[in-house]
């Protein structure tokens, strides 16, 4: 079994090297077979991670009773935490699979083999773990310099002297451009922010990613802790998770305090203000939109995609839109639906739904709800 991390690639830790050695033991081992069709490779492939690809088809022709030992050039090539190696070479003892590792010199055939092969996991987890604990204490220690302990930068800013020490955030000025343009548009046109998107997307402002603008993008980018407070968390407890800051039971850092780290404002307090108070009284009309757009989600153009409420400004009218034209995507999507009246597309629906209920296998009494008023600002 073979297997290199991005990282060992780019030092010259490569498959090949693996190989010739796997292959070189083999050789010299007299009644030992090595079949092509059983070397199985994890290229760029971390060892914390036990379900890998060749790991699989591996795991499959030992239940199959192909294999009777395992070649590896390391055994952390195996795995470097205790838990992926050992429920590996667990599964793997109770098929009747034996290891070597050509480098180490270890064979688990024999009792010393074995107590070896448990020595060098622990070495090989304790190794692990301590690059984790210097990576990490490396990022505190940036973070409580007032640096940039490493990630994306927030949207406006960029990261100075990235990669080496001393790290910082920046005002990133055609970003910055960007942030202002779209506060300007929710605050002083009272644009909502699929308005926002649409009119960022018209004057060619492209996201980091090079993409259009999105409602959800938009209003994400703008409520990051960089804009409102100038100041970004690192280690923030309040964004726990999957793929956020690890916690313990208490709701505690697992790996260091929160630190807050001051950031150059791209806009002044005031001007903060005025836009937290404007998405979220924007927040709070979009959790009426449904009632006043009941069709939104339940018409579909002819780009598959579905229809959703809007309202005009200018016009004081309610349409349908196709959410496949929305924010500049028509190009991308190929959408050419076109925009429908609310209230000839609700009348329309209700007098389908009328006949279709005022069929004989339906209970009479059966009522249409409309909505009285239409707050203006909804999309």
């Not at 279709?356 to 009285?372: D, F, K, Q, T, Y």
Request: aromatic fraction near 6%; include cysteine; proline fraction near 5%.
């Amino acid at each position: 079994m073979l297997r290199v991390s991005t990282q060992e690639q780019t030092q010259g830790y490569g498959l090949d090297l693996q190989e010739r050695a796997g292959c070189a033991y083999v050789s010299g081992r007299p009644g030992w077979v090595l079949s092509p069709g059983l070397i199985f490779r994890d290229v760029g492939v971390s060892g914390a991670i036990i379900e890998r690809p060749a790991m699989l088809r591996l795991e499959e022709a030992a239940r199959q009773g192909l294999i009777d030992v395992i070649v590896v050039h390391k055994f952390d090539r195996i795995g470097r935490t205790g838990a992926v190696f050992w429920t590996w070479i667990w599964a793997m003892e109770d098929l009747g699979v034996s290891f070597v590792s050509v480098t180490q010199d270890i064979d688990t055939t024999t009792d010393s083999g074995r107590r070896q092969l448990q020595f060098h996991a622990l070495m090989a987890e304790a190794e692990r773990n301590l690059f984790r604990e210097r990576t990490q204490s490396g990022r505190q220690r940036a973070a409580l310099e007032g640096g940039w302990p490493g990630g994306p930068p927030p949207w406006g800013y960029a990261i100075e002297k990235t990669g080496r020490h001393g790290s910082r955030l920046v005002i990133a000025e055609a970003e910055a451009r960007v942030v202002l343009k779209a506060v300007s548009l929710i605050v002083d046109e009272k644009k909502n922010v699929s308005e926002t998107a649409r009119e960022l997307n018209a004057h060619g402002c492209l996201s980091r990613s090079g993409r259009p603008w999105t409602a959800s993008n938009v209003h994400r980018r703008l409520k990051s802790s960089a804009l409102f407070d100038g100041e970004v968390v690192f280690r923030n407890p309040a964004r726990g998770g999957k793929k956020g800051t690890r916690l313990d039971e208490e709701g505690v850092p697992l790996r260091g305090d929160s630190v807050t780290i001051p950031v150059p404002r791209i806009l002044s307090e005031e001007r903060a203000k005025a836009l937290a108070k404007a998405l979220g009284e924007l927040g709070h009309s979009s959790h009426a939109a449904a009632e006043h757009y009941p069709l939104t989600g339940r018409i579909r153009g002819m780009c598959g995609h579905g229809y959703v409420g809007s309202y005009h400004n200018s016009q004081g009218a309610r349409y349908y839109r196709c959410g496949g034209g929305n924010n500049g995507r028509a190009k991308e999507t190929g959408c050419a639906d076109p925009c429908l009246t609310a209230d000839d597309a609700e009348a329309a629906v209700r007098k389908e739904v009328v006949r279709i209920l005022s069929g004989p296998e339906w209970p009479a009494g059966v009522s249409w709800h409309r909505p009285n008023a239409y707050p203006r600002g909804h999309g």
